[in-house]
């Protein structure tokens, strides 16, 4: 059974730095990976998918990387603002026959950025 | 169009009765999922419809009546409902495909959610 973890449950961190959230994974079959971003009692954001045979994705500052051999990824957050405070969830899409599969989702963490 | 669509945002219902969230989407999707997620934690995957057939039901209590009626709609039937059932359900699409390549280049797409309390 796959099951994600994702480290530090919770981080408070000033306007400006650089963090890195992780995500680990126990069963490296897997379609993909993807990071979505959720606002308190709201819906999940899509941030980045990074497919299976790719080492890295990016988009604007945040750039998230995989290694699938070792069960992991992370999500880099370049010079944090105080509007990136939210959950960040990562979910893996298992290599399963069928046209639809469950996501398997980690267990979260929830960034604060302050001023 | 790149969203999904749920309605309503906010639900309040008594034990007794009987609603129905909604979700809706545009994207050509095939593949639909409803999930529930309670305060601080994963969303749990509930329901999973494939092609407007349901494909996965993760144990989901009678309680729960999913409904696909066509390729871009997906309800969900709520009746007698209780206290413990209140929490945000969110609704997803993604590709339905098979196939290493194909599948690895998509992912999900989350509706806005609903949020229910029983009372």
């Known amino acids: 059974k796959q099951e994600v973890t994702q480290i530090p449950a919770a981080l408070s961190v000033p306007e400006g730095e650089n963090l890195v959230l992780n995500c680990s994974f126990t069963?490296?079959?897997?379609?993909?990976l993807q990071w979505f971003r959720q606002d308190p009692g709201k819906g999940l954001t899509s941030l980045l998918l990074?497919?299976?045979?790719?080492r890295e994705q990016t988009s604007g500052r945040l750039n998230a990387s995989l290694d699938k051999s070792s069960g992991r990824s992370t999500l880099y957050i370049a010079a944090s603002q105080p509007g990136d405070s939210a959950t960040y969830l990562c979910a893996v899409r298992p290599l399963l026959a069928g046209t639809a599969s469950k996501l398997t989702f980690g267990t979260g963490t929830r960034l604060q950025v302050t001023l | 169009d790149t969203e999904v669509t749920q309605t309503p945002k906010h639900l309040v219902m008594g034990m007794t009765n009987k609603k129905s969230l909604k979700c809706e989407q545009h994207?050509?999707?095939?593949?639909m999922y409803w999930y529930k997620q309670k305060a601080k934690k994963p969303p749990e995957l509930m329901f999973v419809?494939?092609?407007?057939?349901?494909?996965i039901n993760e144990s989901v209590p009678s309680r729960f009546s999913p409904e696909c009626p066509n390729s871009s709609l997906l309800n969900l039937h709520l009746h007698a409902l209780q206290p413990e059932d209140s929490a945000l359900y969110l609704c997803?699409?993604?590709?339905?495909?098979?196939?290493?390549?194909?599948?690895?280049?998509?992912?999900?797409?989350f509706g806005s959610g609903t949020r229910l309390t029983v009372v």
């Open positions: 994207m050509g999707h095939r593949a």
């Open positions: 990074i497919q299976s045979s790719q």
């Open positions: 419809y494939s092609y407007e057939k349901l494909s």
């Open positions: 069963d490296s079959a897997i379609y993909n």
């Open positions: 997803a699409s993604s590709q339905a495909l098979t196939g290493r390549e194909l599948a690895a280049n998509y992912g999900y797409t």
